[in-house]
């Protein structure tokens, strides 16, 4: 009886821990998901909005200004290149800035909470030899 019942529950401790294991990659696959929503969607934005200056700028171009088809064509995508370039490389700084400043953070933190571990010691050690002394005396 209790062989049956150990390997009854040794059965159940695998099941229950695959399904852990399952829910884990589950978490896990849905957070990368939002990760590259959130790495995805500035780039994204600056894409349509590019676009959108683009198609005005042709409009402009050629029924406002009267250049022909080429011309206004090829200033637009300047227009385009220009916007999705020069503001890309700015959000791209901008991300890049935000990314060291964290790094820095969690380096301090990191540094700082080694120097509280080494505090800790240094007082228990301290506190012992004082003890210690105190003993002899």
Known sequence: MDEKELAKSKEIDTKAQKEKEK??????????????????????????AALMFTIIGFLVFYFGSEFDIVESSYRAFLIFS?????????????????????????????????NQNFDYEEDEM????????????
């Open 23 to 48: 829910e884990l990659k589950k978490r896990q696959k849905e957070e990368q998901k939002k990760a590259n929503k959130i790495v995805i969607s500035p780039f994204k934005s600056l894409l349509l």
């Open 126 to 137: 301290d506190r012992i030899m004082n003890e210690s002394i105190q003993e002899n005396e």
């Open 82 to 114: 220009t916007i999705y370039v020069g503001v890309g490389l700015i959000v791209l700084i901008f991300f890049y800035s935000l990314y060291r400043i964290k790094v820095n953070e969690s380096k301090k933190e990191s540094e700082k909470s080694t």
